[in-house]
Nanobody
Framework: QVQLVESGGGLVQPGGSLRLSCIAS????????MGWYRQAPGKQRELVAN???????NYADSVKGRFTISRDNARSTVSLQLNSLKPEDTAVYYC?????????????????WGQGTQVTVSS
């Protein structure tokens, strides 16, 4: 069973930055595809970014050019750098592990989720 622990959320003004981190337990991190999702109040959870074991990344259109996903296999950590934050980025952000890619290269989440970390963008 993989355990995921997120950190790094908080309150930030519009235009500001945050860095989220997710640490995974176990020894198989390097073979996992990883994803970051978010869920705003009253909305469905949505995929923000994902990264394949080899490092290939994909982003939602709404965050392209502003967010960057990265991984450190030696530390079993996946990070999400959030820049130029907007109020509409406000959500709980969740880390997901062991996802897979379908025929259209869309990331399908695995069964392992973190507890979430709150990001609030407000002046």
């Amino acid at each position: 069973q993989v355990q995921l622990v997120e950190s790094g959320g908080g309150l930030v003004q519009p235009g500001g930055s945050l860095r989220l981190s997710c640490i995974a337990s176990g020894t198989l991190f390097r073979v996992y595809a990883m994803g970051w999702y978010r869920q705003a109040p009253g909305k469905q959870r949505e995929l923000v970014a994902n990264i394949a074991p080899g490092g290939t990344t994909n982003y939602a259109d709404s965050v392209k050019g502003r967010f960057t996903i990265s991984r450190d296999n030696a530390r079993s950590t996946v990070s999400l750098q959030l820049n130029s934050l907007k109020p509409e980025d406000t959500a709980v952000y969740y880390c997901n592990a062991d996802g897979w890619y379908n025929g259209t290269n869309h990331y399908i989440p695995g069964e392992h989720w973190g507890q979430g970390t709150q990001v609030t963008v407000s002046s």
